[in-house]
């Protein structure tokens, strides 16, 4: 993103900060590909709410809420903003779904790419992470995994990598949980850039590889 448009969020995000979520989601839906960017600089008790109201644009009751989403580029893009906007606001705005449309929350889950989905991939497609990732990365991220998905990923280290990962000061310690989500983001990142690349296929949701059931 360059100097500009960070600039222009920062700004419209403290703007909109001071509006009803409804007149936010309105504004909102017109900026495309920015929608992101500023979403992410509004105050994080409003990202939920604003989100909201961007299915709920059309006049009319939930019914609609679809319709919304297809005007957003369909549940794919909806995934794909909140995979881009950080766990802890991915994750409130899809416990607030929950309560508002379950069926949908779901729908939009199954499109997303997570840190867990990693270990849902081929041996192949993970190992390609271990020349991307510094090791210090890797430790902050599986701080707070599963044990059977952290165990997967530890599986698929060759023995130098996971030996750093282990003396990574951040594999020990407290440390805050924004700093461990970050690290996981970073990541997540590069397995895209990888599927982009057709290095992998990413497998997201319910999917998965059969022979890797956590």
């Not at 390609?128 to 530890?154: I, N, P, T, Y």
């Amino acid at each position: 993103m360059s100097k500009e448009l960070d600039f222009v969020a920062d700004l419209l995000g403290q703007f909109l900060a001071k509006e009803d979520p409804t007149d936010v989601a309105k504004i909102l839906l017109q900026l495309d590909t920015t929608l992101p960017v500023v979403l992410h600089r509004l105050p994080g008790g409003m990202h939920a709410d604003v989100v909201f109201q961007l299915f709920q644009l059309r006049d009319g009751p939930f019914g609609l809420l679809r319709h919304t989403v297809q005007d957003l580029g369909g549940i794919e893009v909806v995934a794909r903003i909140l995979n881009n906007s950080g766990a802890a606001k991915e994750r409130e705005i899809l416990n607030y779904l929950d309560k508002q449309d379950p069926e949908l929350a779901a729908e939009i889950r199954n499109q997303m790419f997570t840190f867990e989905d990693i270990a849902r991939m081929p041996d192949q497609d993970i190992e390609h992470l271990w020349d991307r990732v510094a090791s210090a990365d890797m430790a902050l991220a599986l701080r707070v995994v599963d044990e059977k998905v952290g165990q997967r990923l530890l599986s698929q280290m060759s023995a130098s990598y996971r030996a750093q990962v282990d003396e990574a000061p951040a594999s020990s310690g407290p440390v805050l949980r924004s700093v461990v989500e970050d690290a996981q983001l970073r990541i997540l990142q590069q397995m895209r850039l990888l599927e982009q690349d057709g290095k992998v296929s990413i497998v997201r949701g319910d999917g998965g590889v059969g022979d890797y059931v956590l």
